[in-house]
């Protein structure tokens, strides 16, 4: 198991998940990206705060770096600092190890060492002996947040046949872009 989860965050990306103009290659960023905006940036903390919270279901400590860009602003910074450790992070950590080399993420190593000696209580977030079907609707609704889950024909049947090759009491790793 897990002896903790680490997160990488930015001020630029939480601003667009905020909202903020799409990033195209090759073309020059948007001001909101390289200015101080607090607003923008509160509507996309959201995001880091559901990974956050969903990480902390499994009882692994959680350390988020902020991977620090020069034009990030002290109140940008301090900003998804407490949001993360609101969120319920052990830790959130600015690192600058891009620009400062290992100088810049002598802190992020520190608090992720200190984090990983805590002793974590990882648990999956439901019996192993759970059927198939109920693990799946467990992880919609608890780290998805969907209010329930059909299936398709196809996924009917391939919920069957491992069923029928005894794999159901496995943990199901289940992906979906965010």
């Known amino acids: 198991p897990p002896n903790g989860v680490f997160l990488v965050r930015t001020v630029r990306a939480l601003k667009m998940q905020g909202g903020g103009p799409k990033?195209?290659?090759?073309?020059?960023?948007?001001?909101?990206y390289v200015s101080e905006e607090l607003n923008l940036l509160r509507r996309g903390l959201c995001n880091m705060e559901r990974h956050i919270r969903n990480a902390c279901l499994f009882g692994a400590p959680v350390v988020v770096a902020l991977n620090h860009f020069p034009?990030?602003?002290?109140?940008?910074?301090?900003?998804?600092?407490?949001?993360?450790?609101?969120?319920?992070?052990?830790?959130?950590?600015?690192?600058?190890?891009?620009?400062?080399?290992?100088?810049?993420?002598?802190?992020?190593?520190?608090?992720?060492?200190?984090?990983?000696?805590?002793?974590?209580?990882?648990?999956?977030?439901y019996p192993l002996e759970m059927p198939i079907k109920e693990k799946i609707r467990t992880i919609a609704t608890k780290i998805y947040g969907a209010k329930d889950v059909s299936y398709s024909p196809a996924a009917e049947k391939m919920i069957g046949i491992y069923n029928?090759?005894?794999?159901?009491?496995?943990?199901?790793?289940?992906?979906?872009?965010?």
């Open 71 to 125: 034009t990030d602003t002290d109140r940008e910074v301090e900003l998804v600092r407490q949001a993360a450790l609101r969120a319920g992070a052990d830790d959130a950590v600015v690192a600058t190890h891009h620009a400062d080399g290992g100088a810049g993420a002598v802190d992020l190593a520190q608090a992720v060492a200190k984090a990983s000696e805590k002793q974590a209580q990882f648990e999956f977030l």
């Open 23 to 32: 990033v195209i290659a090759a073309q020059p960023l948007n001001k909101v």
């Open 164 to 178: 029928r090759l005894g794999l159901d009491t496995l943990p199901i790793c289940m992906a979906k872009t965010h």
